[in-house]
């Protein structure tokens, strides 16, 4: 799950710049032409991106669901899909805004590779939560993989009551989620509700820095 989530949130983010990049470009001219407004083109941007990212959430939950072993119930599908289908929406997104706030592809690859060890750092697996100290555990809940991850999770095992090995003490899977990484059943709608503002939040931001800024150059 945590490889899955940095992969697919990483590559997506990246991935779309350059073509975000590219057609800024193509904007400027038609705006000065008097074609369309810049709002028209973010929220064309924005809802061309949606059909395409949910079809890559569809295949690939189809291929590694079953192949990793996860327990086939309607409920936890469900939470697979919408937690891989927020991630690619949320850094996708994120891609897109941190274009609209720099004059080159550079730039923003350059911010991009500040942001993403911030991902992997907080996202609460290799440093898990209780272990973060207090003075970082904003960045903890900054953090749309730290969310991911709990809803993950907490949704495939948080049920699971099989007991296992830990440090020499027996406990069981759904214990270990909540006192060794601070993940719970009680985060579910809370993690969901999260994830569903970061898309929302990133492409509002990304509509309003791409009609308010304007790097052109004649």
């Not at 809802?47 to 890559?56: G, K, R, S």
């Not at 555990?137 to 090995?165: A, F, R, V």
């Not at 830990?166 to 985060?187: C, I, P, R």
């Amino acid at each position: 799950m945590y490889g899955a989530v940095m992969f697919l949130g990483n590559n997506s983010g990246s991935a779309v710049q350059p073509f975000v990049a590219t057609e800024r470009v193509v904007m400027y001219r038609e705006r000065f032409a008097g074609m369309y407004f810049s709002w028209s083109y973010a929220l064309a941007q924005v809802l061309i991106e949606i059909p395409y990212l949910f079809a890559q959430a569809v295949v690939f939950v189809i291929i590694t669901y079953s192949m990793i072993g996860y327990y086939v119930t309607a409920y936890k599908v469900f939470w697979y899909f919408y937690a891989i289908f927020s991630t690619l929406l949320s850094f996708t997104f994120l891609g897109m805004l941190l274009v609209s706030l720099t004059p080159n592809i550079a730039i923003a690859g350059a911010l991009t590779s500040t942001y993403y060890p911030l991902t992997n750092l907080f996202s609460g697996f290799l440093l898990p939560k209780p272990k973060i100290p207090s003075w970082w555990i904003w960045m903890y809940y900054l953090m749309p993989t730290s969310w991911t991850l709990n809803l993950l999770l907490t949704s495939q095992y948080g049920d699971n009551n099989d007991e296992l090995m830990v440090y020499n003490e027996t406990t069981t899977v759904a214990t270990l989620l909540e006192q060794y990484f601070g993940f719970g059943d009680h985060h579910i709608v809370v993690s969901a509700a999260v994830l569903f503002c970061y898309p929302l939040t990133f492409s509002s931001l990304f509509a309003f820095f791409i009609n308010r800024l304007n790097f052109e150059r004649r």
